[in-house]
């Protein structure tokens, strides 16, 4: 089945450092989107990506799906200890939207 | 608040019983999603109802099952339990079959004993 792997596992920084987490499907995507979880918290939506090539930007955040939609990756410039938290990928099975399939996730850990 | 309702938030419960899990998605979205958490993994589907109807499954055991109904709320039922079911039991809501981004309820933390 289709798999949505994400490295690294695990990532630690300074405060202010760039955060940069890949994602990377075993099938063609028809759109990838991204979620932040807290810790203890639950995921939150934060952007869907549907263009092949497309990229866009939050604020410090800035999102980029793979010209072969299989690989996407998320940015985050100056990292604040407020970007703490665990970043998923996900995107819906090959065929159809009605199962998406979340990424392993990369754990974020700023040090202040 | 995200809109979406969970209930009950914690659970403790014995190995080999029943338990029921609650979801009341936001207001207007017709699907429900159901996703697995174990202690520092990632989301593991479950299940989707669109409208009453199952629209897919992941890796839903069959001792576990899951049902919406006439008014969208949805019930997450898991029996015969193990230790190893012990997790977070998130469900999401949409607005239609075509997902633009899922909103996440707070989750149910099931401890099975």
């Known amino acids: 089945g289709q798999q949505v792997m994400q490295i690294p596992q695990y990532q630690h920084v300074q405060e202010g450092e760039d955060f940069t987490t890949y994602c990377n499907s075993s099938?063609?995507?028809?759109?990838i989107q991204w979620y932040k979880q807290r810790p203890g918290g639950h995921p939150v939506f934060l952007i869907q990506l549907v263009k092949s090539g497309e990229v866009k930007k939050q604020k410090r955040l800035t999102f980029q799906f793979g010209e072969a939609k299989k690989n996407s990756s998320l940015h985050i410039t100056a990292t604040q200890t407020t970007d703490v938290g665990t970043y998923f990928c996900?995107?819906?099975?090959?065929?159809?939207?009605?199962?998406?399939?979340f990424g392993t996730g990369t754990k974020l850990q700023v040090i202040p | 608040d995200s809109g979406v309702t969970q209930t009950p938030k914690h659970l403790i419960t014995a190995t080999g019983q029943r338990v029921t899990l609650r979801c009341s998605p936001r207001?207007?979205?017709?699907?429900v999603y159901w996703y697995q958490q174990s202690l520092d993994q990632g989301l593991q589907f479950l299940i989707h109802?669109?409208?009453?109807?199952?629209?897919a499954k992941g890796n839903i055991l069959e001792r576990f099952s899951a049902q919406q109904f006439p008014d969208l709320h949805s019930e997450l039922n898991l029996s015969s339990l193990e230790l190893g079911d012990s997790a977070l039991y998130f469900c999401?809501?949409?607005?239609?079959?075509?997902?633009?981004?899922?909103?996440f309820g707070s989750g149910t933390r099931l401890t099975v004993v």
């Open positions: 999401a809501s949409s607005a239609n079959r075509d997902p633009y981004g899922y909103t």
């Open positions: 207001s207007g979205d017709l699907s």
């Open positions: 109802y669109y409208n009453g109807e199952e629209r």
């Open positions: 996900a995107g819906p099975t090959s065929g159809g939207y009605q199962k998406v399939t």
């Open positions: 099938t063609t995507l028809s759109n």
